[in-house]
């Protein structure tokens, strides 16, 4: 049993920054790729970043590159997402969920967590 709780969300002005912060507990996270992904209302469920198990290796979606950043610290059992230059658009519910076979199949979700950004 993984179990992934998200923290960190909130109201952030446009240009602001953010970090949210997911931990884990459970199945071994070191070895697990672990992504972040976001859904607005109405829209379908989309990935921002992801990152290896050793962090060696990250990934963006290009409406994100350049402002934010994933980051994982194995030792607390933590992965982060720095958000920078916030814009309305990324107003979203955020989730972090974990790869096991790292083969792109997510198959454990956190509850997540609400970002606004205003304008």
């Known amino acids: 049993q993984v179990q992934l709780v998200e923290s960190g969300g909130g109201l952030v002005q446009a240009g602001g920054s953010l970090r949210l912060s997911c931990a884990a507990s459970g199945r071994t996270f070191s070895s697990y790729t672990m992504g972040w992904f976001r859904q607005a209302p109405g829209k379908e469920r989309e990935i921002v970043a992801t990152i290896s198990w050793n962090g060696g290796t990250t990934t963006y979606a290009h409406f994100v590159k350049g402002r934010f950043t994933i980051s994982r610290d194995n030792a607390k059992n933590t992965v982060y997402l720095q958000m920078n230059s916030a814009k309305p658009e990324d107003t979203a519910v955020y989730y972090c969920?974990?790869?096991?076979?790292?083969?792109?199949?997510?198959?454990?979700w956190g509850q997540g967590t609400q970002v606004t950004v205003s304008s």
């Open positions: 969920a974990a790869d096991p076979a790292g083969t792109g199949r997510y198959v454990y």
